[in-house]
Each structure stands twice: as C-alpha cells, then as structure tokens.
C-alpha cells in the first residue's frame, strides 16, 4: 500500500466513491447469481454446480 500522507482529499473521495461502486456491484453479483441458482433448483437439474 502507498503512504497514506500521500492521499489528499480528492483521492480519498475517489475511493471512496470506488468502494461503494465495489459494494452495489458485489450485492448484483450475488443477487444475480442467487436468482441463477433458484431458477436452477427449480428446474431441479442435478448437475447445475458443473456449469460455474
């Protein structure tokens, strides 16, 4: 990691601004992967874990 006395205010605003994209991304990820798996279990397909 960089020294942090080398962050002025303008970086500190971008990453935080990155986090909380990292975060609303991370969430969808999960949503869409945990609707993926219910359509999947819903079509009671035994092997679907194979396909990720």
Known sequence: MFAARYITEEDRQKI????????????YTYQAVQRMSRIESGWKHKNYKDRW
């Open 16 to 27: 935080k601004e990155n986090r909380q994209k990292e975060r609303e991304l991370r969430q």
